[in-house]
């Protein structure tokens, strides 16, 4: 196979792994199995925030999903 053919079948299967926008089949496994670490907002950046910047905006991610209690 040349180069190019074992990029596209690569490209092929990577692509019918995933099943949905959730399936994480593409990354690492070590990855995947790291604790979340998110980052602490500044709350005094938050509030000095110009929130003339956001009017008339608006969005609702149709496919969030509420973490369960």
């Given amino acids: 196979y040349s180069s190019f053919s074992l990029a596209l079948i690569l490209l092929c299967s ?3 792994c995933c099943r949905s926008r959730r399936d994480t089949c593409n990354f690492d496994k070590e990855f995947t199995k790291m ?3 998110l ?3 500044d709350k ?3 509030m000095n ?3 003339d910047d956001f009017l008339g905006f608006s969005f609702t991610n149709s496919e ?3 973490p369960a209690n």
Avoid: C, F, K
């Fill in 39 to 41: 980052t602490p907002t």
């Fill in 49 to 51: 925030l110009d929130q």
């Fill in 44 to 46: 005094l950046v938050i």
């Fill in 14 to 16: 990577l692509t019918l």
């Fill in 64 to 66: 969030y999903e509420a």
């Fill in 35 to 37: 604790a979340v670490d």
